[in-house]
């Protein structure tokens, strides 16, 4: 039997049953469900429970979404949407991968406004357990629900929807921020500091430093603002909400970005001075074992970044220093050559030695530590990126030709990010050096940036 717009499921149990040759008796022992039920179920008189399609389904042999089209049109069309039906199986659906069944749900109830926040509360949930396909579908809903209202709720299904942008794309990802950008303010303070948190990987990913510097500054106050007030007797047991880390990490995060802001921008000296402010954590009121990892990592990492700032100042008595230091620390020994690379070619210094030490570390790795934004995921592809194209002029400066297959990965990998300022760069290393490409290398090239184009 092939259903129509009409069908309901009851007549397709009620067919299942005759085919088989069962009473309404069998088929209850078969389901576990009791024999009035599906007495009333049969006759129309009693809706199906999302419980009940699960056995209903389960005990006819066929795969757990198999009514769910039709489900949605019972829940609507043939009875009243109650949200005790359709909660389960909007969360079911996600779980299955059945958007499409989201979608026709979603846009039903949303012709009643009343049933926004509870859509909202199911793509929390949803967002929490990785489900990001189906809760974004429900924050843009949402969204369109409040466009006219400046609410909170609105403002987090933005947030939500720029995390869940969040890529490989370095395009999408500032078209991302640009749109979140505009509702930040209207979060609650601890969202806010997550966002500027976020919003300053994507800003740094793309080397938009004084953007960043200026999410950060702006993190920074309102951090420590929150932190004193928290101190103070009538907070210190508030029911505010809370940050995803406490409030002492993001004062230090703040000047943690700013050194490295200060550093990107040549500003040595600058650089040093933040290290020494997040280095002091003598204001710290906590003391508990997270404030005690915080506080260590945050040390370990103001050591290693005083003499990062001395190499990358053109000190380069302070180089085989660093390189003893980050030789104990695998986790940081990537970024570190990043580093010693652009120093070694802004000051000319012959660094193979280091590159041969450390050669089994320059392939890309996503070991990516827990804390800090040179350490984010976007921000280290990025990284990545320019590290072969840095590469590539360290080696080709000696007219090495192991330069152009540093060029032609670090196309591949800008390509794949959609840098476009590296991607010129390589074009223009080509360019210059092409007489040393070979016949295989040069259709290499074309190739790449034929597909780029």
């Known amino acids: 039997m092939v259903p129509t717009t009409r069908t309901m499921i009851r007549d397709l149990l009620a067919l299942h049953l005759s085919q088989k040759g069962m009473s309404i008796h069998q088929f209850s022992i078969q389901s576990g469900i009791n024999s009035g039920t599906l007495s009333r179920i049969l006759s129309g008189h009693q809706p199906i429970a999302m419980n009940h399609l699960e056995r209903i389904t389960q005990a006819m042999d066929l795969p757990e979404d198999h009514f769910y089209s039709l489900y949605v049109d019972e829940c609507f069309y043939f009875s009243s949407p109650t949200w005790r039906r359709l909660r389960p199986f909007l969360v079911r659906s996600a779980e299955l991968g059945r958007l499409d069944c989201v979608e026709r749900v979603v846009q039903n109830l949303l012709e009643n406004l009343v049933y926004a926040p509870m859509l909202f509360e199911v793509a929390e949930g949803l967002f929490r357990e990785g489900l990001w396909q189906a809760a974004e579908l429900l924050y843009k809903n949402v ?10 709720r609105l403002a987090l299904c933005q947030y939500r929807l720029f995390l869940i942008a969040i890529g490989d794309d370095q395009a999408r990802n500032l078209q991302a921020a ?3 950008e505009g509702y930040l303010d209207w979060l609650d303070e601890a969202d806010q500091l997550d966002g500027l948190n976020h919003l300053g990987h994507v800003y740094g990913s793309m080397n938009r430093w004084h953007k960043v510097d200026e999410l950060a500054n702006k ?3 309102l951090a420590t603002i929150r932190y004193n007030l928290q101190w103070q007797s009538n907070r210190r047991e508030s029911n505010e909400k809370k940050t ?3 409030l002492y990490f993001y004062i230090l995060y703040a000047q943690l970005i700013r050194s490295t802001v200060c550093e990107e921008l040549g500003d040595f000296n600058s650089a040093l001075e933040w290290v020494s402010l997040y280095m002091d954590v003598s ?3 906590e003391d508990d074992e997270e404030a005690k990892r915080i506080v260590a990592q945050f040390q370990e990492w103001g050591t290693a970044n005083r003499l990062l700032h001395r190499v990358m100042g053109g000190q380069y008595e302070a180089l085989s220093e660093y390189v003893e230091y980050i030789s104990h620390r695998p986790d940081e020994i ?4 990043y580093n010693i690379i652009l120093s070694a070619n802004r000051y000319d210094w012959n660094v193979d030695y280091i590159l041969e030490r450390f050669a089994s570390y320059i392939p890309y790795r996503t070991n990516l530590a827990e804390y800090g934004i ?10 990545y990126s320019r590290f072969l194209s840095e590469l590539a002029t360290y080696y080709l400066h000696d007219n090495r030709k192991e330069g152009i297959r540093f060029i032609l990965q670090s196309l591949e990998s800008s390509a794949r990010i959609n840098n476009e300022s590296n991607v010129i760069k390589c ?5 210059q050096h092409r007489n040393q490409a070979n016949e295989e290398q040069n259709e290499q090239y074309k190739v790449q940036i034929g597909a780029y184009l």
């Not at 969204?143 to 909170?152: F, G």
């Not at 074009?427 to 360019?431: H, K, N, P, R, S």
């Open 427 to 431: 074009v223009d290393l080509f360019g």
């Open 244 to 246: 995803e880390k406490p």
């Open 374 to 383: 040179l350490h984010n995921k976007q921000v280290i592809a990025n990284q």
């Open 283 to 285: 204001w710290i009121q």
């Open 143 to 152: 969204s369109v629900s409040e466009k006219y209202q400046n609410s909170e």
């Open 219 to 221: 993190m920074l106050q």
């Open 178 to 180: 640009h749109l979140f």
């Open 334 to 337: 990537f970024i570190a050559l």
